[in-house]
């Protein structure tokens, strides 16, 4: 996937190209492209992402569907003038406009000099082996997308005095022309791309093999040095994280890894390779360091299957944070099936201290029943297992199938029924 943006002078419009190369493993006659930005909550808040054209020689005439968004819709069905056959490629451009809405705790906005987009442009929802995920939006303040990870290039176009700090591997950006500058990177197996715009002041270091670039926006009178300290806090407590759950869960997913400090408006949003950090590192760092293992590197569907990213990452903390065998099992008791989906909670409340809080306690109960050397070993295997696929909870309860005491526990929280187990 080749993705092109060009960030306006004001800092509002994002035009962009989008070009993929589809291989289907399954028959398919259409492509089907969640539309994030338009999703509830964001579209309220301004963002707005349209298809403007589309080339291909598949390609006919394309269409929106609501999916529960705003806008336009939340997806951009387009059929193909032919069925594909699995293993057959189409070749599709798309152009598109996004526009970027005020600053909140969000995918994508624009707030005191600095902007930011993160599935900002139309992002293919396959599911290999099951086919287009048509998953509705929900109001809850989280993830709903299922996209397969791709071989992707980025190309940057903004204003020059800006830096951009992204998805993977950045080069450094060109000369200036017309007052405009271009930053490039590349990755090779990224499920979706964020950028950052701004006047950052960045910092690097190398830990364990990975590039680590944290950048910082200027803050009140602390001038040049005290943003370069700021930055180097900032990359340090990131490498930190990097090594600490490298111990964990095995070697880091990717070559490097870019951190921009947004303004405090909520917590953090991970994408592969870079997370959009919107408040002060402290735990949220962790969590969103460990997600480059769980969603970036072994997927899932964000609406079906959340536990399989947020449990994990959230019980990832314990790697810096332990937490006391009476607390976990306090909150192991908490109403609510871990296992549930996006569709299945409410309000966010319930999302929250069920997916997040009880999935954490029922992983750490389940590596206390298990033995914390097996169930680490199990872990592990799960990931090689499931690296760069879409996976399920039955892939969790193959993983555990040596250690029953552990896989009790996940049934009891909800995380894992009957269909999942082996027979």
């Not at 969603?295 to 332990?322: I, K």
Request: net charge negative; aromatic share 8%.
């Amino acid at each position: 996937m080749d993705l092109d943006f060009s960030l306006a002078d004001d800092g509002r419009t994002v035009t962009g190209s989008e070009r993929v190369v589809f291989t289907p493993d399954l028959p398919t006659a259409e492509l089907v492209f969640r539309l994030v930005p338009n999703g509830p909550g964001s579209a309220e808040a301004g963002n707005r992402l349209t298809i403007d054209r589309v080339r291909g020689d598949d390609v006919t005439r394309g269409h929106y569907e609501p999916a529960g968004a705003g806008g336009p819709g939340g997806r951009y069905v387009l059929p193909l003038a032919r069925r594909l056959a699995a293993g057959e490629s189409t070749d599709v451009r798309l152009d598109f406009t996004l526009r970027v809405g005020e600053g909140t705790f969000d995918r994508s906005g624009t707030t005191d000099g600095v902007s930011w987009w993160a599935s900002g442009a139309p992002l293919l929802a396959w599911e290999p082996g099951v086919g287009w995920a048509r998953d509705p939006f929900v109001d809850l303040l989280g993830e709903t997308a299922t996209s397969p990870a791709a071989d992707t290039t980025l190309s940057v176009e903004v204003p020059a005095e800006m830096t951009v700090l992204m998805t993977g591997d950045q080069d450094g950006p060109s000369a200036a022309r017309d007052g405009r500058r271009t930053w490039t990177s590349s990755e090779p197996a990224a499920r979706d791309v964020s950028v950052a715009v701004g006047d950052f002041t960045t910092a690097e270091t190398t830990v364990d093999g990975v590039r680590v670039t944290a950048g910082v926006l200027p803050a009140g009178d602390d001038g040049d040095d005290g943003a370069r300290v700021r930055a180097q806090a900032l990359t340090d407590a990131t490498a930190a994280a990097v090594s600490a759950l490298a111990e964990r869960f095995g070697a880091f997913p990717y070559r490097t890894l870019t951190v921009p400090q947004l303004p405090v408006l909520g917590g953090g949003i991970e994408y592969p390779s870079s997370i959009l950090l919107l408040g002060p590192p402290g735990g949220v760092l962790v969590h969103e360091v460990a997600h480059m293992w769980f969603y970036g590197m072994v997927g899932n569907s964000q609406f079906r299957d959340p536990w399989l990213d947020e449990s994990f990452a959230s019980y990832a903390e314990s790697v810096v944070t332990p937490v006391d065998p009476p607390e976990v099992a306090t909150v192991v008791a908490r109403a609510g099936d871990v296992g549930g989906s996006m569709g299945d909670f409410p309000v966010d409340g319930s999302y929250v201290s069920v997916v997040y809080g009880k999935g954490a306690a029922m992983l750490l109960a389940a590596r206390e029943a298990a033995g914390p050397a097996a169930f680490d070993a199990a872990v592990r295997c799960y990931v090689d297992a499931r690296a760069w696929s879409i996976a399920t909870p039955a892939d969790v309860a193959t993983a555990l199938a040596g250690l029953p005491a552990a896989r009790d526990v996940l049934a009891a929280a909800g995380a894992l029924d009957a269909d999942d187990l082996p027979g």
